[in-house]
């Protein structure tokens, strides 16, 4: 079968985000536009066949749609993010997931933002943020359970999302930025570690085989073509100043 991604058009409102860490600076919403079509063009020349839902122009933050879902082999868990402002974008995320999984939604009194919740095998590594609350992963927890899944509550310091600073990229091999997420809590694993320059370099997509990097970090991006990666840099300069990676961009379906 044929690899499926969800993304969304860029709100024409993303400056009016929500921020957590970094000071707001002026986003240009048509030069994110184009970023946001090279992302899709590098997921569709990997292979994906990429469904881009309509711009919600509401709802600044939701060209971030990985918050929204939690993909799984068996399941599709629709998330309750923790920004209240956020949790319009669900409907139409369910909607789209559907005819590929189950889908399971979050009921309220606990959050949880995808951008939190790293996917390795049978585990999921789940960052403890404003975002996502001890509550919200206890429910993650009891969802995924009778899939076979174990979750495990894990550190994040200093950014917004426990995936700014930790992705899995391929071979058992993870890419982590250890002064703001534990690495020693991952197990399994090798870590692989950015360098100390590039904080942001962490938030990486695999794309099939090729690693998807972000242009503002060659020297992490030589450390991986070092290792005998395939590597594939993208500008997404805009996004990073809503505190957005790579992997915010997308829902992925392998």
């Not at 749609?65 to 799984?72: K, M, N, R, S």
């Not at 974008?89 to 959050?111: H, K, Y």
């Not at 979750?151 to 600073?165: A, E, F, Q, T």
């Not at 990486?204 to 020297?219: E, F, I, N, R, Y």
Request: with cysteine.
């Amino acid at each position: 079968m044929q690899k499926q991604a969800i993304t969304r058009d860029v709100s024409r409102s993303i400056n009016d985000c929500e921020l957590s860490y970094i000071g707001r600076q002026p986003i240009d919403v048509e030069r994110a536009r184009e970023q946001h079509g090279a992302y899709v063009a590098a997921l569709r020349s990997a292979g994906y066949d990429v469904v881009v839902l309509q711009e919600e122009a509401d709802l600044p933050d939701a060209v971030f749609v990985e918050d929204t879902a939690i993909v799984l082999d068996a399941v599709v868990v629709i998330t309750m993010p923790g920004a209240r402002s956020r949790r319009p974008e669900l409907d139409s995320v369910a909607t789209a997931l559907a005819p590929f999984r189950p889908v399971v939604r979050m009921q309220p009194g606990g959050t949880i933002d995808g951008g939190d919740v790293l996917h390795i095998g049978k585990s999921l590594y789940v960052g403890r943020t404003p975002r996502s609350d001890d509550a919200g992963i206890a429910t993650l927890a009891d969802i995924v359970a009778p899939h076979g899944y174990t979750v495990r509550p894990v550190r994040v310091d200093g950014c917004l999302h426990y995936k700014s600073g930790v992705s899995y990229i391929g071979r058992d091999t993870v890419l982590a930025n250890p002064a703001w997420v534990g690495v020693s809590e991952l197990d399994g694993v090798r870590v692989l570690e950015v360098d100390p320059s590039e904080p942001w370099a962490a938030n990486t997509v695999l794309a099939g085989d090729t690693v998807l990097v972000s242009q503002s970090c060659p020297k992490t991006a030589e450390l991986l073509v070092a290792e005998g990666f395939d590597v594939r840099m993208l500008d997404i300069g805009e996004f990073q100043k809503a505190e957005g990676g790579l992997s915010c961009l997308s829902i992925l379906l392998d």
